[in-house]
């Protein structure tokens, strides 16, 4: 996977780390304000209601949110997916050894 730092296209101040090519640059002090919305449905509350640092670093999760504070409803597979980021995010431990057994090869 391919990062880069791109200015943000609205303040032009702050730098955006890319992680992919359809990733708007939009940095996170920006995007924050789309964040904010009330979620009527306990179920998803809940599932949003997750440390604002894993929305800071995972442009993802905010793609989601914003997704669903749009348009009212996310699909099974979104968030399936949304689910396992998340769980990948408080139990970290996987990824670093998956990226051990990646630096050895
Ligand atoms: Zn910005």
Do not use: H
């Amino acid at each position: 996977m391919v990062q880069y730092k791109q200015r943000c296209v609205r303040c032009k101040k702050n730098m955006v780390l890319m992680t992919s090519r359809s990733q708007f640059p939009l940095c996170y002090e920006c995007e924050k304000a789309e964040l904010q919305g009330e979620i009527d449905d306990p179920e998803m509350k809940k599932m949003f209601d997750i440390p604002e640092e894993f929305y800071k670093n995972t442009p993802f999760l905010r793609s989601i949110k914003k997704n669903y504070l749009k348009f009212g409803n996310l699909s099974a597979k979104q968030i399936e997916v949304f689910k396992k980021v998340v769980e990948e995010l408080r139990n970290p431990k996987n990824k670093e050894e998956e990226k051990e057994k990646k630096e050895k090869v």
